[in-house]
């Protein structure tokens, strides 16, 4: 079994399974929404930050599996993380798909799945939508609470 049989694979479970889906109206969540004007993606991801701890993510996407399936291994990968190393995490992930080197011990699980779309560079801004979306909220979060 080849690894690109193996990568796709969990792509297509993500999709078809999507962890947290699902938007809460719980007020304490952070809320954006971002949308990929060249895939038609569009994502609403959610963060309940507590004691700079990412508490809690909710996400609910539209569009190809590329970018859903990325919404909930963003959602698996950073839930539990303190706000900075999820940060990181973040960049990690960003770095693998450009095919630069990334941080091993922060990214590892299901995201490693995507190295192989930086070989389809149009597809590249479909994977990363989800985790520009929660990266925003965090900032958002950090600038709200000074740091
Ligand atoms: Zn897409």
């Known amino acids: 079994m080849s690894i690109d049989y193996l ?13 947290n889906k699902g938007l809460t109206e719980d007020k304490n969540y952070l809320t954006t929404n ?5 895939c038609g ?12 701890i990412v ?8 569009g190809c599996s590329i970018c859903c399936s990325s919404a909930s291994v963003m959602s698996v990968t950073l839930k ?3 706000i900075n190393k999820a940060l990181k995490t973040i960049d990690s ?6 095919n630069k080197p990334y941080d091993q011990e922060l990214l590892k699980g ?26 925003a909220l965090i900032i958002k979060h950090k600038e709200n609470n000074n740091g």
């Not at 992930?93 to 450009?98: E, S, T």
């Open 93 to 98: 992930f960003y770095n693998l798909l450009m």
């Open 110 to 135: 299901d995201a490693l799945a995507y190295s192989g779309v930086g070989r389809f560079p149009a597809r590249i801004g479909c994977a990363t939508l989800p985790w520009k979306a929660i990266e």
């Open 34 to 38: 971002l949308h990929n004007p060249s």
């Open 55 to 62: 508490k809690d993510i909710r996400q609910i996407g539209k």
């Open 80 to 82: 539990g993380l303190e």
């Open 7 to 19: 990568y796709r694979q969990i792509i297509m479970d993500h999709y078809k399974n999507p962890y």
């Open 41 to 52: 993606d569009d994502v609403t991801v959610q963060v309940l930050v507590e004691d700079k």
